[in-house]
C-alpha cells in the first residue's frame, strides 16, 4: 500500500470513528500541501473548474451563528435579533465590552478543531455568513480597527487561512449589508430593509456596502482559498413587494456590487443568489456578467414542490454554474428525494448548517452539532457581564457544550 492509500484508509477510519461520537485525533496539516493557484476555481460553462481545468463540484456547509446571530440558532435569550444584542449589551457595558463579550462568543464558536472536523466529514467547503457591523460600529462607516489602526477583518483572514490548510474553500457570504438588503432578522436587523431606498440615506448605505465589498475583494484577490464572493444573502426576503419590484431592485444592486468588486479583482467567482423565484434575476449575460454563479435557497414542503423549484433555474438560467447555498425538506420532502434531485441537477451545496443551539436542536436535521440537553443561554438583558462571559467561554465550544445530532450519518454522509 502507497503513502496516499494509507492516509485515506486512516482518514476514512477516523471519520468513522467521529460519526459514532468517538474521539477524534485534530486533522493533521502536514497531511496536505494547503491550497496553490493550481486550485483557484472559476466557471466554465455550467462548472466549476480549477486552474489545471479539473471540475470541483463544491458540497459544504454553512457556519451559521458565527459571524452573524439568529435567535432560534445563537446562546442567547430576551433580545430579538443580533443588532438588538449589540445594543443591550453596549446600553448596560459599553461598546468596548460589548464587543468583548461577542469576540469571546465568535473565539469559541468556531474553532480550529471544528474546521477539522468538517475536513474529516468530507466536507470541500465552507460558506461564512457575516455582516457589516463585523467591521463598522454603526451604519454610518465608523470602522472598526486592530490594534495597529487598521481596518480589521482578521476574522475573515483567519478563517480563510486555517481553511486554505486545510483544503477547505470558502465562500464569503454577505449576510447582512449595510441598511440591509431585507426584513428579515437574518440579516441582522428585523423590519428595516433600506438598502434600495431612493433616498440620500439610501445612497450612503450603498456606498459603505461598495466600500465593505472593495475592501474585501482587495483583500482576498488572487486568494485560491476563496471560492467566490456572494455578495447579498436573501435580497428582499419577506418584503412585502412584487415579482417586478424585487427584479428590479436585485438587478440594480447586483450590478453595482458586481462593478465595485470586478474594479479590483477581476478574477474571483461572483454569486448572486435568486430569491425566492428564478425571475427574481437577470439573464448573467445581458448584464455583461462574467465568471458568475447563481444560487438558490430552498426549504420546501413537499419532493414535487422541491424538484421543480430545483428545476426551474437549471432550465431559465442557461451556461451558468448552480449553487443551493442553502437547504432543508420540509413537511413531506425528504433528505433522499433532495439529494437524489440536487445530484441530478449537478447543484454545488451546502447544509444550514453546521451547529446550532435552541430546543431540541441536539437531534435536528438542522444542524451537524446541535446543544446538548440543559444547555446555558446568554440572558442579554438581565445576566452580568461575567456570567455572559461564562457562557460564551469554553462551554460554547464544540467539544464541550454540544453532541453529534445524527444527522450526518443518517442523511449526509452517503452524499459527499
Known amino acids: 500500500m502507497n503513502f496516499k492509500k494509507f492516509i485515506s484508509v486512516i482518514l476514512a477510519a477516523v471519520t468513522v470513528f467521529s460519526t459514532f461520537g468517538f474521539s477524534v485525533t485534530s486533522f493533521s496539516a502536514e497531511t496536505e500541501t494547503g491550497f496553490t493557484q493550481d486550485d483557484f476555481l472559476k466557471t466554465k460553462g455550467t462548472k466549476i473548474v480549477n486552474s489545471k481545468g479539473e471540475t470541483v463540484r463544491l458540497k459544504g456547509v454553512n457556519l451559521g451563528s458565527w459571524m452573524i446571530w439568529e435567535d432560534w440558532l445563537s446562546p442567547y435569550e430576551e433580545v430579538a435579533d443580533h443588532y438588538d444584542v449589540i445594543e ?125 465589498w472593495r475592501e474585501i475583494a482587495t483583500r482576498f484577490n488572487g486568494n485560491p482559498a476563496v471560492a467566490m464572493y456572494d455578495l447579498l444573502n436573501e435580497p428582499m426576503c419577506d418584503v412585502p413587494a412584487d415579482e417586478s419590484a424585487r427584479r428590479k431592485n436585485n438587478t440594480y444592486i447586483y450590478n453595482r456590487l458586481y462593478k465595485t468588486v470586478r474594479s479590483v479583482d477581476s478574477s474571483h467567482i461572483i454569486t448572486m443568489e435568486s430569491i425566492w423565484s428564478v425571475w427574481a434575476l437577470p439573464q448573467s449575460f445581458l448584464m455583461g456578467w462574467r465568471n458568475v454563479v447563481y444560487q438558490v435557497h430552498l426549504y420546501d414542503r413537499s419532493n414535487k414542490y422541491f424538484n421543480r423549484m430545483a428545476f426551474l433555474p437549471k432550465l431559465f438560467f442557461f451556461n451558468v454554474p448552480m449553487m443551493m447555498g442553502e437547504f432543508y425538506p420540509h413537511g413531506t420532502a425528504t433528505w433522499d428525494n433532495a439529494f437524489k434531485t440536487i445530484d441530478a441537477l449537478n447543484y454545488n451545496w451546502f447544509l444550514w448548517t453546521y451547529k446550532a443551539t435552541g430546543h431540541g436542536m441536539w437531534s435536528s436535521d438542522w444542524c451537524l452539532r446541535g446543544s446538548k440537553d440543559g444547555f446555558e443561554r446568554a440572558k442579554i438583558e438581565t445576566d452580568s457581564y461575567e456570567e455572559i462571559a461564562r457562557k460564551w467561554g469554553e462551554c460554547l465550544r464544540t467539544e464541550n457544550g454540544f453532541r453529534d445530532t445524527g444527522h450526518y450519518s443518517k442523511n449526509v454522509q452517503a452524499h459527499l
Not at 459599553?94 to 468530507?122: F, Q
Not at 457591523?133 to 477583518?153: S, T
Not at 486555517?162 to 431585507?182: F, P, T, W
Request: aromatic content about 14%; some cysteine; proline content about 1%.
Open 88 to 212: 443591550k449589551l453596549t446600553e448596560r457595558f459599553g461598546e468596548e465590552k460589548a464587543y468583548e463579550l461577542m469576540d469571546i462568543y465568535m473565539d469559541n464558536w468556531i474553532t480550529e478543531k471544528d474546521l477539522d472536523e468538517i475536513k474529516l466529514m468530507g466536507f470541500n467547503c465552507v460558506r461564512v455568513p457575516f455582516w457589516f457591523r463585523n467591521f463598522y460600529y454603526d451604519d454610518n462607516g465608523r470602522k472598526i480597527l486592530d490594534e495597529n489602526g487598521e481596518w480589521d477583518f482578521s476574522r475573515l483572514e483567519w478563517i480563510v487561512e486555517e481553511c486554505s490548510k486545510r483544503r477547505i474553500y470558502v465562500v464569503l457570504d454577505m449576510h447582512g449589508a449595510v441598511g440591509y438588503q431585507n426584513d428579515a432578522s437574518h440579516s441582522g436587523k428585523k423590519d428595516s430593509c433600506s438598502l434600495y431606498d431612493d433616498t440620500e440615506q439610501g445612497e450612503r448605505y450603498r456606498e459603505l456596502t461598495d466600500e465593505l
